[in-house]
């Protein structure tokens, strides 16, 4: 487990190097118009603007075996 200097527990040096291991990170570019819309539409509806890419790709995924492919 990553230590500090001092001997101690370095949790945040842990998370990233979890992170760098297990996680991915998407990237995508859209028109200034378009994601201002979308970030004040997820402001209204009370919802995350991850949360909606997470069920966009997860019913994607779900599709996607439906088709037996």
């Not at 230590?3 to 949790?11: I, T």
């Not at 291991?21 to 118009?33: F, H, P, T």
């Not at 402001?43 to 069920?55: A, H, K, M, N």
Request: aromatic residues 10%; charged residues 30%; glycine residues 6%.
């Amino acid at each position: 487990m990553p230590r500090k200097p001092s001997g101690d527990f370095d949790p945040v040096q842990y998370r990233n190097s979890w992170n760098k291991g297990n996680m991915l990170r998407l990237s995508v570019a859209y028109s200034s118009d378009f994601v201002t819309k979308f970030k004040e539409a997820c402001s209204v509806l009370g919802v995350s603007q991850s949360s909606v890419f997470r069920e966009a790709m997860q019913k994607t995924i779900e599709e996607a075996k439906e088709t037996g492919r």
